[in-house]
């Protein structure tokens, strides 16, 4: 494809924003942040911190949405990177343009997405949190290209951030750079309105913070909540991108 074309369906609460930066940084990379965000809070009505700024910058013409995602990529960058939340393609929405992208999958255990989600809207759902959407997705992904798409487990990735973005750009048959490990901090242009809400670690970021194990403590209905979620995190993580074993 030309522009490679590289979209990572994650939920809320992961690493997405800071791997967003990883590609940004790169020469040859262009990025968008959760493109269809105006389009989801508009039809669905939910009370997202930000959500009438959102809808204005950001849009609700979710067919001209989707032709930028298929299209060129800005500046002629020769990759185009696009973060994508699995929430925000709603059902109505055409599957098929998604065979025109390199489509990825970020996953983290649901247990650290509420636990992180909570803090910023009091009232969690299962829908709110992706896992379901994510899990449908990957499957149509994989009938729509006939190959299992790339899962990357957060976890894992902040463990050993090089060498799973090595084993990434391996898979996507490009370069690694070792421009994606660090990057300036501070808010960037290309973020979305809603950085303010929910970017405040990222802004302060340079690269990718060690990984830290962390005590969860969940409310019986959270529980209950990333109980539902994990058999969907569960089967992806099944399928998760390793680095070769070192010989």
């Not at 809808?55 to 013409?61: L, M, P």
């Not at 830290?212 to 539902?228: D, F, G, M, P, Q």
């Amino acid at each position: 494809m030309t522009p490679l074309r590289v979209a990572m369906w994650s939920g809320p609460r992961n690493i997405s924003t800071a791997l967003m930066r990883a590609w940004e940084n790169r020469d040859d990379c262009a990025v968008w942040d959760e493109p269809l965000y105006g389009y989801y809070l508009a039809r669905t009505g939910l009370p997202h911190p930000g959500a009438n700024e959102i809808i204005d910058a950001w849009g609700t013409d979710a067919d001209a949405i989707i032709a930028r995602c298929v299209g060129d990529a800005p500046d002629g960058s020769a990759i185009f990177y696009q973060k994508h939340m699995t929430l925000h393609l709603l059902p109505e929405l055409d599957r098929a343009w998604l065979a025109r992208l390199h489509n990825c999958f970020l996953i983290r255990e649901p247990e650290a997405v509420i636990a992180s989600y909570s803090a910023v809207r009091a009232d969690v759902t299962l829908d709110d949190i992706g896992f379901v959407q994510q899990a449908e997705l990957f499957d149509t992904v994989r009938e729509l290209c006939g190959e299992t798409p790339v899962v990357i487990d957060s976890r894992e990735f902040l463990e050993a951030p090089e060498a799973m973005l090595r084993a990434l750009c391996e898979r996507l048959e490009i370069a690694f750079t070792p421009q994606m490990l660090s990057w300036p901090p501070g808010a960037r242009a290309s973020d979305g309105v809603w950085g303010r809400h929910w970017y405040e670690a990222v802004w302060r970021s340079t690269g990718f913070a060690p990984y830290r194990e962390k005590t969860v403590r969940l409310s019986a209905r959270n529980a209950a909540i990333a109980e539902a979620a994990r058999p969907h995190y569960e089967r992806l993580h099944a399928h998760r991108l390793r680095p070769p074993v070192a010989k």
